[in-house]
């Protein structure tokens, strides 16, 4: 296998207005990211590209110049813009199945000759999407536990004084940082912790 090229060392934070444009997208693919890495092979000429965020079919690019240069979109000059480029067709020719990241017409290497730029969280409606495809993938046997969450859930009952306030913080504090892997129960979780924040803030009732 032959080594892969490095990335450019540009990076690029996104403005207050680039924020809340990609923030009113209708289908997020990915968390937000403040700060942007060019995903162009190192060395590369012309503008620097970052991904900011996949919206269905609609791919988002951080195009920047180098060196405070002018960049020139469309007819008009400016030093960072937010574009919608079509993605590059290119496909490993070791991997059919492995297509370039990048926009079409970029500079240097494709995607699948690079190292990679590092993963993207998925958005709250992608890790759905997946939790959902993953459980509909599972047998009837791997899945009875969710099934179990998801009765336990429904099932009212007694609240029992069971543990400190310090101990309850300490269970949503590991409850969360368990949905940071396993997507699967990510929507079970945080109806529990929203239950045990009511009943949290219901013990110590702000004063009017």
Request: proline share 10%.
């Amino acid at each position: 296998m032959s080594e892969l090229l490095p990335l450019c060392d540009g990076i690029m934070n996104l403005t207050d207005p680039e924020t809340a444009f990609l923030d009113g997208l209708e289908n997020p693919a990915h968390e937000p990211v403040g700060s942007l890495p060019c995903e162009l092979q190192h060395g590369h000429q012309g503008v620097h590209f970052a991904l900011a965020q996949a919206d269905g079919a609609d791919l988002w690019w951080l195009l920047w110049a180098p060196r405070g240069a002018p960049l020139t979109v469309r007819g008009e000059q400016a030093d960072r813009r937010l574009y919608r480029m079509a993605p590059c067709p290119a496909t490993d020719p070791a991997d059919p199945d492995d297509d370039c990241t990048l926009a079409q017409g970029h500079k240097g290497g494709h995607s699948f000759d690079m190292q990679p730029a590092g993963p993207r969280t998925p958005s709250r409606p992608m890790r759905r999407k997946i939790a959902a495809e993953l459980r509909a993938d599972m047998e009837p046997e791997e899945s009875a536990y969710l099934t179990t969450i998801d009765d336990l859930m429904r099932t009212p009952g007694p609240i029992l004084p069971l543990l400190t306030e310090a101990e309850a913080g300490i269970v949503a504090g590991l409850l969360r940082m368990y949905t940071e892997t396993d997507w699967l129960v990510e929507d079970q979780v945080d109806t529990l912790l929203t239950r045990i924040q009511s009943r949290l803030e219901a013990l110590n009732p702000t004063d009017a």
